[in-house]
């Protein structure tokens, strides 16, 4: 893994230590799949779904983006999905806070969006 790369994600908060374990310390392999999160579509799911009042599939791609982004120690991405999980998580549409949900959404996408660029400038 090249140092630099490894060095911006944990400045901005990932648990690369905890990630490469979970990788069996292989490094290589590590940014294999940490490279793929590129292409993860799941923040734009929550975006479309709640733009169309979809509440359930906006909780769904939530959920997907908070098992990948734990499992690839982008712990600042795990943090913003399981609020919006959790705002989300078994609520009929009247009873979402809307803009809580706008807020959280708005911050993770800040957050998708600083680690996407940095994985694009290693990919």
Do not use: W
């Not at 940014?31 to 993860?40: H, P, R, V």
């Not at 929550?46 to 733009?51: A, K, S």
């Not at 769904?60 to 609020?83: F, M, Q, R, W």
């Amino acid at each position: 893994m090249d140092e630099q790369f490894e060095k911006e994600l944990r400045e901005n908060g990932a648990g690369v230590d905890v990630a490469i374990n979970r990788f069996m310390g292989n490094k290589g392999l590590y940014q294999k799949f940490l490279l793929k999160f590129k292409d993860d579509r799941s923040y734009e799911g929550i975006v479309e779904n709640l733009n169309g009042g979809n509440y359930e599939g906006a909780f769904n791609s939530a959920h997907t983006l908070k098992g990948v982004s734990a499992n690839l120690g982008l712990d600042p991405i795990y943090k913003g999905a399981c609020e919006i999980t959790e705002l989300l998580r078994g609520k009929a549409p009247e009873e979402v806070e809307k803009e809580k949900v706008e807020a959280a959404v708005e911050e993770l996408g800040k957050v998708s969006r600083l680690f996407r660029e940095m994985i694009m400038k290693y990919a």
